[in-house]
């Protein structure tokens, strides 16, 4: 599997190589991949550092050998890897990070963790003391969210609406079994799933932006 995951990312990197060479901006080289790799494909973020990159002047589509440097290092290499491995499948657990990469488990979940970006609207229990500080702890990253745009977070405008149709008319018998059904229900959902829903987000921001920051709506 590692040896599938190297020769992806060396493959999405000689595909950037070659269309920075062809005069492409980053946006249409990250739109055009998008479409060739969906949910496997490179976050905007990483197209936009490798055509960087490349436009520089790098030629290698390799990883850069760090002599004396162990694989636990969080080197920019390894958090890379990482990402890949979640984008190219949604239900990879930390173990199987740390077993294809080489890595202690506790390497690969600071890194998880550390690269956690959460977006959910404004309301009371996501905005109070408690809520923030434990964001704030696990070293996530928060979106900014406008004001009075309920239907802007993923949670509102993706996943809400499944988990509701699924569970409806299910009489439950305690906490812990809405908890059991919902987190099953999380960890059986396809990568295409949550894919989809990340590709709306992009839409919904854009459309944000053009409005002012006024409300969004379906």
């Known amino acids: 599997m590692a040896d599938q995951e190297a020769c992806s990312r060396i493959e999405q990197r000689s595909v ?25 494909c490179f976050s905007r973020k990483n197209v936009y550092k490798w055509a960087k990159l490349f436009k520089e002047g790098r030629s290698s ?18 958090i890379e890897s990482v990402i890949d491995l979640i984008q190219s499948d949604r239900r990879v657990t930390v173990d199987d990070i740390a077993r294809t990469l080489s890595l202690s488990v506790g390497t690969a979940h600071k890194i998880v963790h550390e690269g956690v970006i959460l977006h959910h609207d404004n309301a009371r ?23 009075y745009s309920p239907d802007l977070a993923p949670s509102d405008f ?61």
Not at 16 to 23: T, Y
Not at 125 to 141: D, M, S, Y
């Open 16 to 40: 950037i190589k070659f269309l920075v060479a062809e005069g492409c901006k980053p946006v249409e080289i990250h739109r055009r991949m998008s479409t060739v790799y969906g949910a496997t």
């Open 61 to 78: 589509v390799e990883d850069e050998d760090r002599p004396g440097r162990p694989t636990e290092v969080r080197s920019p290499e390894v």
């Open 125 to 147: 229990p996501h905005t109070a003391a408690r809520t923030v500080q434990t964001i704030n702890e696990l070293g996530w990253e928060l979106l900014p969210h406008p004001p």
């Open 158 to 218: 993706h996943l809400f609406g499944p988990l509701k149709a699924f569970t409806r008319g299910t009489k439950f018998e305690s906490d812990d079994e809405v908890k059991s059904v919902v987190s099953d229900w999380l960890r059986h959902q396809s990568k295409d799933f949550y894919a989809e829903g990340i590709r709306k987000l992009v839409h919904r921001w854009e459309k944000c932006v053009t409005v002012l920051g006024d409300y969004v709506e379906k």
